[in-house]
């Protein structure tokens, strides 16, 4: 499963992730930094990429064009990258079955209180 973070997040999380998400990416380093949502969202299908993102766009896209691509809405406000790769962490199971999971385009990981 590949992961393709948003503009909003850090690109050293595709470094932190390589030991679980093979082949991840970030939109800065492809050239797609200040390209809109629907050219991301067109480059994710075509690659097979899940979206990361901190930005609701992606969640609300995914309930107007159902289907790929898969999203996945970290609903954190700004917080450190740290803690962004803790709360990814503390998902990875659920992160891996949503990959798998055919039935389902978005899921929503918020910050509690055993992640901060």
């Known amino acids: 499963m590949k992961l393709l ?4 997040l850090s690109r050293h999380l595709v470094e932190l992730f390589a030991d679980i998400f093979t082949g991840s990416e970030h939109v800065g380093s492809l050239n797609l930094g200040n ?6 969202r067109k480059f994710a299908v075509d690659n097979s990429f899940v979206i990361v993102s ?4 992606f969640y609300h896209h995914s309930f107007v064009k159902i289907g790929p691509p898969k999203v996945i809405w ?3 406000g700004n917080q450190s990258t740290s803690l962004i790769e803790q709360l990814i962490r503390q998902y990875v199971l659920e992160i891996r079955g949503f990959g798998m999971d ?3 385009s978005v899921l929503v990981l918020e910050i ?3 992640a901060e």
């Open 5 to 8: 973070f948003d503009q909003n």
């Open 54 to 57: 901190k930005d609701s766009d």
């Open 35 to 40: 390209s809109t949502d629907t050219e991301i």
């Open 112 to 114: 509690t209180q055993s």
């Open 74 to 76: 970290l609903k954190v």
């Open 102 to 104: 055919s039935e389902k």
